[in-house]
């Protein structure tokens, strides 16, 4: 049996932890599923995933070969494309990831932009807060913010942006401006994805910066959630620049105490392309880099 068609259903299987699910998928009969994995199990002599009525989930060396079959499964794909013409229309799926209101403020826009242009292309978009394994979740782009851990994957930097403090004007009208971090200690604070009854903002980045522990008047569970607060009067919040560009123009926001700001954190894309690199990922990099570099907002 191919092997390149055993790594294509198992790693079906792997991923949807159901040999039915899998079978729908790929458009196969189940038996046809059940016995290209017990093939390859054969064949290899180990055990890769764990079977019961309930589940299936794959075993320590299972995931060791999902993760290798994942990287040659792609690279075959890329070979294809390669041989087909380094410049190929883009067509195919294309997975990408962004925090989350990064992604509906910036990504999604473009995206939609993206396949409008491209109409062969079809994407799934990840908008988490976390830092998604691209590997082991399959996703060919990312966009992440803040320094790059040391990786195989390529970059590109498209911009930077800021921790900032704001308020809407009414409240600080009312409640004044703070001029130094330890005055916001006198002041009605709000803090985002906080589980802890008492927040540490730092100031500065040199052996000079200074950090406060605060208690917020309200803490909530998401950034947009901050925003709505302030933008109501509610205190003062800590954000990123991006997520209050569009308030602070229309004058709904003011920031405070930019003179303690940190330093800028860069904005990357990320991608898994090899070297020539498959035409959907090339392209979707280079729009969305073009796109973010000329956003104002975030350079």
Request: proline share 5%.
């Given at each position: 049996?191919?092997?390149?068609h055993q790594?294509?259903?198992?790693?079906?299987?792997a991923?949807?932890?159901?040999?039915?699910?899998a079978?729908?998928?790929?458009a196969?009969?189940?038996?046809a599923?059940?016995r290209?994995v017990?093939?390859?199990?054969?064949?290899?002599?180990?055990k890769l995933?764990?079977r019961t009525?309930?589940y299936v989930r794959v075993t320590d060396a299972?995931?060791?070969?999902l993760?290798d079959?994942?990287?040659?499964?792609?690279?075959v794909?890329?070979?294809d494309e390669?041989?087909?013409?380094?410049?190929a229309?883009?067509?195919?799926?294309l997975?990408?990831t962004?925090p989350?209101l990064?992604g509906q403020?910036?990504v999604?826009?473009?995206v939609?932009?993206?396949?409008?242009?491209?109409?062969?292309v079809?994407v799934s978009?990840?908008f988490l807060?976390r830092?998604?394994?691209?590997?082991?979740?399959?996703?060919d782009?990312?966009?992440r913010?803040?320094a790059?851990?040391?990786?195989?994957?390529?970059?590109?930097r498209?911009g930077?942006v800021?921790?900032?403090?704001?308020?809407s004007?009414?409240y600080?009208a009312?409640?004044g401006i703070?001029?130094?971090p330890?005055?916001?200690?006198?002041?009605q604070?709000v803090?985002?994805s906080s589980?802890s009854p008492?927040?540490e903002?730092?100031?500065g980045d040199d052996e000079?910066?200074?950090?406060v522990?605060?208690k917020p008047?309200?803490?909530?569970?998401?950034?947009?959630?901050a925003i709505?607060?302030v933008?109501n009067g509610?205190?003062?919040t800590?954000?990123?620049?991006?997520q209050v560009a569009?308030?602070l123009?229309?004058?709904?926001l003011k920031?405070?105490l930019?003179?303690?700001?940190?330093?800028?954190l860069?904005i990357?894309?990320v991608?898994?392309?090899?070297?020539?690199g498959?035409?959907?990922?090339r392209?979707?990099v280079?729009f969305?880099?073009?796109?973010?570099?000329?956003n104002?907002?975030?350079?």
């Amino acid at each position: 049996m191919d092997r390149f068609h055993q790594m294509s259903v198992y790693v079906a299987v792997a991923e949807t932890e159901s040999f039915a699910a899998a079978a729908r998928k790929l458009a196969m009969s189940p038996p046809a599923v059940t016995r290209a994995v017990a093939a390859l199990e054969e064949d290899l002599g180990v055990k890769l995933l764990n079977r019961t009525t309930r589940y299936v989930r794959v075993t320590d060396a299972g995931q060791r070969y999902l993760d290798d079959a994942r990287r040659i499964l792609a690279e075959v794909q890329e070979a294809d494309e390669v041989a087909a013409g380094i410049n190929a229309e883009p067509r195919g799926h294309l997975t990408i990831t962004a925090p989350v209101l990064f992604g509906q403020l910036y990504v999604m826009p473009q995206v939609v932009k993206f396949l409008q242009r491209y109409p062969d292309v079809d994407v799934s978009a990840m908008f988490l807060d976390r830092v998604v394994n691209m590997l082991e979740e399959g996703v060919d782009v990312g966009i992440r913010i803040g320094a790059l851990p040391d990786s195989t994957m390529r970059a590109i930097r498209v911009g930077q942006v800021r921790r900032v403090l704001c308020a809407s004007p009414d409240y600080l009208a009312q409640y004044g401006i703070p001029q130094t971090p330890q005055d916001l200690l006198n002041h009605q604070i709000v803090a985002a994805s906080s589980i802890s009854p008492t927040v540490e903002w730092k100031f500065g980045d040199d052996e000079h910066s200074k950090v406060v522990r605060i208690k917020p008047r309200i803490t909530v569970t998401s950034n947009d959630g901050a925003i709505s607060a302030v933008r109501n009067g509610g205190g003062i919040t800590r954000l990123m620049s991006y997520q209050v560009a569009e308030h602070l123009q229309r004058g709904e926001l003011k920031t405070v105490l930019g003179e303690f700001e940190a330093k800028p954190l860069p904005i990357h894309i990320v991608h898994r392309e090899g070297r020539h690199g498959s035409a959907k990922i090339r392209a979707f990099v280079d729009f969305m880099a073009q796109a973010l570099k000329e956003n104002s907002a975030l350079n």
